[in-house]
């Protein structure tokens, strides 16, 4: 089993910054995608940003090179560094991690960008 634990969410002015991290405990080992989503009132879940095993990471159209995903080499934490927040950033942000094809989720941490 893996936990996640997500924090570094709030309150936060458009055009402001935010740090979010996931701490990873449990049966790390396997760990291979890390990855953050995000879900707004009535929306579905979306991709936000993820970091592959290699290191390589992709991140969603919307993002337009305003939020940095990283991790520690151990796979423990994973960040979201966001930037330039607007308000349609608004949303529950939920740290992934895929460990031998299986999902896991995390309770998710909320962000909120005011006008």
């Known amino acids: 089993q893996v936990q996640l634990v997500e924090s570094g969410g709030g309150l936060v002015q458009a055009g402001g910054s935010l740090r979010l991290s996931c701490t990873v405990s449990g049966s790390i080992l396997g760990i291979n995608t890390m990855a953050w989503y995000r879900q707004a009132p009535g929306e579905q879940r979306e991709l936000v940003a993820a970091i592959a095993n290699s290191g390589s990471t992709k991140y969603a159209d919307f993002v337009n090179r305003r939020f940095t995903i990283s991790r520690d080499n151990a796979k423990t934490t994973v960040y979201l560094q966001m930037h330039s927040l607007k308000p349609e950033d608004t949303a529950v942000y939920y740290c992934?991690?895929?460990?031998?094809?299986?999902?896991?989720w995390g309770k998710g941490t909320l962000v909120t960008v005011s006008s």
């Open positions: 992934n991690v895929d460990r031998f094809a299986r999902d896991y």
